[in-house]
T-cell receptor, first 112, second 114 residues
C-alpha cells in the first residue's frame, strides 16, 4: 500500500525545474506533500483532495490524477532552499483511519 | 504561530530501559499522530488519537503504548527498549479528525538506544 515515488533522487542547478511523481496501486482519497531537511521535521507543502485538483504555492505546484492514482509535484525555477527530501503521504479511498502512508521520498539537491 | 512541541528533543537510553516521549499539539488541535522515522527512511505511522480516544493504529510494537490526555497532549511510552528503536519520533497534530486535515509535524525526539 506504500506509494511509489520517482525519481529517487534529483540533482539540479538553481533555476532548473523538476517533477516528482507519487503513484499508488490503490485508489487515493488525498495526497499530502511534505519537504524534509536532514534531521528536521517534515514541513507541509500542500494537500490535494480530489481528482484533477491542482494546487500551487509560488513556484511549487501539484496535480492529482485520480484515474491514474497518481500525484505529481512540480518545482519550477528551483532555489537553493528547495533542497531536501520530498515525501508524498497518501490516504487511501475507503481507508479506515486518517494516518498518512508515506512514500520512500525523493531527495532533491540544488546547487548554485 | 504556535507549533507542535515535543520533549525531550534528545534521549539516550540503555537496552531494556523505558522512555516517555511527550507531545503538545498546536492549540485547538484535537488529533495527534505518532510517527517513527529510522535513518534514511520514510516516517512510519505508529498510532493516533482523536478527542482523547485512540483512532488508528499502525505498526506500533506491543512494548509501546500511548494516550492522549484531557488537555490534548499525548505521551508515547516505550518499554524494554531495543537497539532497533533508535530513531526520530515525530508527533503531528491536526484539527478535525478527518483524512482531509493537514497534519503539522513537531521537531521530533531523537531516541538513541545503546
Amino acid at each position: 500500500q506504500q506509494p511509489v515515488q520517482s525519481p529517487q533522487a534529483v540533482i539540479l542547478r538553481e533555476g532548473e525545474d523538476a517533477v516528482i511523481n507519487c503513484s499508488s496501486s490503490k485508489a487515493l482519497y488525498s495526497v499530502h506533500w511534505y519537504r524534509q531537511k536532514h534531521g528536521e521535521a517534515p514541513v507541509f507543502l500542500m494537500i490535494l483532495l480530489k481528482g484533477g485538483e491542482q494546487k500551487g504555492h509560488e513556484k511549487i505546484s501539484a496535480s492529482f490524477n485520480e484515474k491514474k492514482q497518481q500525484s505529481s509535484l512540480y518545482l519550477t525555477a528551483s532555489q537553493l532552499s528547495y533542497s531536501g527530501t520530498y515525501f508524498c503521504g497518501t490516504v487511501l479511498f475507503n481507508q479506515a483511519g486518517t494516518a498518512l502512508i508515506f512514500g520512500k521520498g525523493t531527495t532533491l539537491s540544488v546547487s548554485s | 504561530a504556535a507549533g507542535v512541541i515535543q520533549s525531550p528533543r534528545h534521549l539516550i537510553k540503555e537496552k531494556r530501559e523505558t522512555a516517555t516521549l511527550k507531545c503538545y499539539p498546536i492549540p485547538r488541535h484535537d488529533t495527534v499522530y505518532w510517527y517513527q522515522q529510522g535513518p534514511g527512511q520514510d516516517p512510519q505511522f505508529l498510532i493516533s488519537f482523536y478527542e482523547k480516544m485512540q483512532s488508528d493504529k499502525g505498526s506500533i510494537p506491543d512494548r509501546f503504548s500511548a494516550q492522549q490526555f484531557s488537555d490534548y497532549h499525548s505521551e508515547l511510552n516505550m518499554s524494554s527498549l531495543e537497539l532497533g528503536d533508535s530513531a526520530l519520533y515525530f508527533c503531528a497534530s491536526s484539527f478535525g479528525g478527518t483524512s482531509t486535515d493537514t497534519q503539522y509535524f513537531g521537531p521530533g525526539t531523537r531516541l538513541t538506544v545503546l
